[in-house]
């Protein structure tokens, strides 16, 4: 890797992102970061090896530029880098809710921006991000975005204007398993079960029944059925759950995070 990277904003997002580029094969000294406290620019030169910078300095050296801060400080810290990027750089936003249009309006023109959706599961090098181009990133800028967030999991390309439901899908996603698991740890405890053990039995359920979606190629309706025996327990708990609503309950979540992203984005915070 020859290119100088910067993260600007180096909390979990950001840091995750910073060591699974050196898990990937960056040269720490091509990396730059950015912090707010002197005592979080020490940790991260000790634990990683990086160079600490001011942000005016990344938006100068760096030839990459990934902004992860909170999408409320997006427009201080643009206003900030803009004297100071050159137009052959690359922008890569990870904030929530902040369109490439929004990041465009605030630099020079023609300055290419790319926009990224991750979920925490980053952390643990299992996580999705969703990859959309500005109005003047090319094939190649996406290919840049990927080979950075393909270090923490999975990468896709989708248009922009699918950003706000592959954020209800994905960016939010790991938060409706913990609810789910919560829920059936609850059950668990319900139907006799000590909370540690019900919580076990639950998380390597999950963990197993992923696996076999992501390996198996199959449907998810046939590895369901692949559980469910006639007059059986499975088929009993499955009729409960539509007799509640369940799926009709997530869908409409899923419609209500949409919309939530889609205000965030137009300011409506």
């Keep these: ?15 995750a992102l910073l060591s699974g580029m050196i898990r990937a094969g960056w040269r720490a000294p091509d990396l730059l970061v950015t912090t707010r406290r002197p005592e979080r620019a020490e940790e991260l030169r000790t634990r990683y090896g990086v160079q600490t910078v001011t942000n005016a300095e990344a938006a100068k050296n760096a030839d990459i530029l990934i ?63 969703v990859i959309s181009a500005g109005g003047h990133a090319t094939p190649e800028h996406l290919d840049h975005a990927e080979a950075i967030f393909g270090g923490v999991g999975k990468t896709a390309r989708v248009p922009e204007s699918q950003q706000d439901a592959a954020t209800a899908l994905s960016g939010s996603g790991p938060a409706y398993f913990y609810f789910l698991v919560e829920a059936m740890t609850d059950a668990g405890i319900l139907l006799g079960l000590p909370r540690a053990q019900a919580h076990d039995l639950i998380v390597q359920a999950a963990i197993g029944a992923a696996v076999m979606l992501r390996d198996s190629g199959e449907h998810p ?36 995070a949409r919309d939530r992203s889609r205000e965030l984005a137009t300011g409506n915070g």
């Design 1 to 15: 890797m020859t290119q100088t990277v910067a993260v600007l904003g180096t909390g979990k997002i950001g840091e």
């Design 67 to 129: 902004l992860a801060v909170k999408p409320q400080d997006m427009g201080t810290l643009l206003d900030e880098l803009a004297p100071h990027i050159a137009a052959d750089r690359l922008v890569i936003s990870a904030a929530a809710g902040i369109t490439t249009g929004f990041i465009e309006d605030r630099l020079a023109e023609g300055i290419p921006v790319v926009r990224v959706m991750p979920n925490t599961p980053v952390l643990v090098d299992e996580g999705m991000s």
């Design 221 to 256: 309706v046939k590895l369901r059925e692949a559980v469910t025996s006639p007059a059986g327990t499975t088929i009993s708990a499955i009729r409960e759950l539509e007799n509640h609503g369940v799926r009709a309950a997530l869908i409409a979540a899923l419609e209500a």
